[in-house]
């Protein structure tokens, strides 16, 4: 079945620092693929999206690219602020059922 | 401008009680999701419907049932309480077709079984 592995956390980086949080996917067809973020002790809120393979999302400075040939979607940001520490998730939508497979969050720590 | 909410936001239950989750959108989206989230587990589906009558069971949908009476809102009832359902609760909503629509989340209720 379908499926998100996402890098396990917590990631603790410095401010201005380099992000990447990888995540890679297992799916029939042809998937969408998000990352979402959350704040503590909100829900989760869409960052970006991409619906078809090469496409690259982006939103706040973070980006990710669809790769189909090895089924990637890594979020990337060239340098973090403390004010983007949360939760991200990774998550796949197949294109029939609109049902949503999350990856099990990576948690950002981003120090002054 | 368009929404979702939840209510209770925070809940204490004692073990064996009905508890209700109430879960309102007014985005008129066909679809409704309620997950739970829990440490290490992520995101779990427990229930969704892609329209009025129409209901569907998730991953971990033992304990738990819905029903759908109209396109706004989507009621979680847990029909007796245990403690492993002490747990955070979304609901989510999106539209229908294959567009790679998104899921908007409500802020959750933090349900507490005792």
């Known amino acids: ?112 | 401008d368009a929404e979702i909410t939840q209510s209770p936001r925070h809940k204490i239950t004692e073990t064996g009680r009905q508890v209700t989750l109430a879960c309102h959108q007014t985005w008129n989206h066909n679809n409704m999701f309620w997950y739970r989230q829990d440490l290490g587990h992520g995101l779990r589906l427990i229930h969704y419907s892609y329209g009025v009558q129409d209901t569907n069971k998730g991953e971990v949908s033992d304990g738990y049932s819905v029903s759908r009476s109209n396109t706004e809102d989507l009621p979680l009832t847990l029909e007796s309480a245990a403690s492993s359902q002490t747990s955070v609760y979304f609901c989510a909503s999106s539209e229908s077709g294959p567009f790679g629509y998104e899921q908007y989340f409500g802020p959750g209720t933090r349900l507490t079984v005792t």
């Open chain 1, 1 to 112: 079945g379908d499926s998100v592995t996402q890098m396990e956390g917590p990631v603790t980086l410095s401010e201005e620092a380099f992000l990447t949080i990888n995540c890679t996917y297992t799916a029939t067809g042809y998937p969408s693929l998000f990352w979402y973020v959350q704040y503590p002790g909100e829900g989760l809120q869409l960052l970006l999206k991409a619906t078809k393979a090469d496409d690259k999302g982006s939103n706040k400075g973070f980006e990710a690219t669809y790769r189909k040939e090895t089924t990637s979607f890594h979020l990337e940001k060239g340098s973090v602020q403390v004010s983007d520490s949360a939760v991200y998730f990774c998550a796949l939508s197949d294109q029939n059922f609109n049902k949503f497979y999350f990856g099990s969050g990576t948690k950002l720590n981003v120090k002054p």
